[in-house]
């Protein structure tokens, strides 16, 4: 992979449940790594939802290995918010990662 593909800065996010003042959960979204990235279009669709249409576009997110990162994480781009299908670990050796990502256009 040469390193002018990776051009895209991104933060990896994993949902979390802290605690406020009074003692109440409070869920949110926390940065887990911030990394450089290649985002790629791979293909588009619509579906019907609430009597809309509404369109979805599946990435492919690469980035230098990572442990830990899983599918219940998220990808924030810029504005862009991607929710993370999967992710593939090329050859198990460690290098680099492939994330299958489905990009929310409601955030």
Same mark, same amino acid.
């Given at each position: 992979?040469?390193?002018?593909?990776? &051009?895209?800065? +991104?933060?990896?996010?994993?949902?979390?449940?802290?605690?406020?003042?009074?003692?109440?959960?409070?869920?949110?979204?926390?940065?887990?790594?911030?990394?450089?990235?290649?985002?790629?279009?791979?293909?588009?669709?619509?579906?019907?939802?609430?009597?809309?249409?509404?369109?979805?576009?599946?990435?492919?997110?690469?980035?230098?290995? &990572?442990?830990?990162? !899983?599918?219940?994480? &998220?990808?924030?781009?810029?504005?862009?918010?991607?929710? +993370?299908?999967?992710? +593939?670990?090329?050859?198990? &050796?460690?290098?680099?990662?492939?994330?299958? !990502?489905?990009?929310?256009?409601?955030?």
């Amino acid at each position: 992979m040469e390193a002018g593909k990776l &051009r895209h800065k +991104i933060d990896i996010q994993q949902f979390t449940t802290t605690k406020d003042s009074y003692g109440e959960d409070i869920k949110t979204w926390a940065s887990f790594h911030k990394t450089f990235a290649e985002i790629r279009p791979l293909r588009g669709k619509e579906y019907f939802d609430t009597q809309q249409i509404v369109p979805e576009v599946d990435n492919k997110i690469v980035i230098r290995y &990572r442990s830990g990162i !899983a599918p219940t994480m &998220r990808v924030v781009w810029g504005s862009r918010t991607y929710e +993370i299908r999967s992710v +593939i670990n090329f050859d198990e &050796r460690n290098v680099m990662m492939e994330m299958l !990502a489905v990009e929310n256009p409601t955030s």
